[in-house]
């Protein structure tokens, strides 16, 4: 994979994990996790007040987004950066250019994370 020019822009490492749902002995279904993609760098910013209202209404519960080079991602994974967990709300190649993604993200309270 080419480096992008904003390359050094991603200053810290996640992981991306996917669920898979299956049945336990009581074929109760039960979702787990697994790491798709490992020390994936990537920038995460706190979401402001301005670029919220221009996200609408269908994005309100946004607090954060990633920025990160061209992966295999979708709104069913989750990201994982340290003990913070975040659900992708939405994954998007920025102006179709190919260069980086723009993943719109809700963080999860200690709660919600299973």
Not at 64 to 88: C, E, L, S, W
């Amino acid at each position: 994979m080419a480096i992008s020019p904003a390359h050094h822009l991603f200053n810290i490492k996640v992981d991306i994990e996917r669920s898979t749902s299956v049945q336990d002995e009581y074929t109760t279904p039960t979702t787990t996790w697994a790491v798709e993609h490992s020390d994936l760098e990537v920038m995460i910013q706190p979401i402001s007040g301005d670029e919220l209202l221009r996200l609408g209404k269908d994005l309100q519960e946004v607090s954060h987004i990633m920025f990160t080079d061209p992966i295999d991602i979708t709104a069913q994974d989750r990201v994982k950066y340290g003990d913070r967990y975040y659900n992708i709300l939405h994954a998007g190649n920025a102006i179709e250019m190919d260069h980086h993604l723009e993943v719109l993200l809700r963080e999860l309270a200690n709660t919600e994370v299973v």
